[in-house]
């Protein structure tokens, strides 16, 4: 298993063994994945405890150099989906392969990790004794289990929220399709007669 070491060095201290930047994860064709840090072989488990952990590193090809970190998330994530309970239901996945291709896909994938990071942001304040009233996060969570009317209360204001600010989205949307008629992705305007 891959185990970090988290402590905080006084300036000028460092180690200089350990390179600076993200740590650097190589994938071979066999589809195993070498720590470069460690010295070994670790499993897509070590990387998702790596993303837990709030550690930074990438993946790389050994052979060509390119870019996998991308691709090694996904497969984590399908690992997670196939598993015990999704978070993904079937028609969130439909609509987000749709948003591929079409002129929202950017502000899409904008919006979504906004939302997320919001809503991780919310979760942390929630889990954290000290910004939450002291509780520990056992007693938060048997405190929330018999709150589900007060909570999906609470999440209905967050997603109607993030609902509004979507559609305002839209709006502009149309409304630089007035602008710029006939660009690919937007509205054509209004007809002239």
Known sequence: MVTARRGKTAPGSEDPA??????VLKKYPNRRLYDTQ????????????MVLEGLEFEV????????????ILLQ???????????MFSTPLLAQIIRFYGHA????????????LQAFGEMQA??????KSGGFDPQLWAQFMSGQAPMM????????EQSKNL????????QSAGNIFPGVPGFPPGPTKK
């Open 104 to 115: 929202m896909q950017g502000l899409a994938g904008a919006y979504l990790e906004k939302n």
């Open 38 to 49: 460690t010295s070994s072989y670790i499993t897509l488990a070590d990387v998702k405890k």
């Open 152 to 159: 999906q209360g609470l999440m209905g204001n967050y997603l």
């Open 125 to 130: 304040r929630f889990a954290d004794p000290t």
């Open 18 to 23: 350990r390179p600076k930047g993200p740590r």
């Open 76 to 86: 984590i994530i399908l690992e997670e989906e196939m598993g015990g309970m999704p």
């Open 60 to 71: 790389r090809d050994a052979k060509s150099g390119d870019e996998l970190t991308r691709s």
């Open 166 to 173: 979507f559609l305002q989205m839209q709006e502009q949307f």
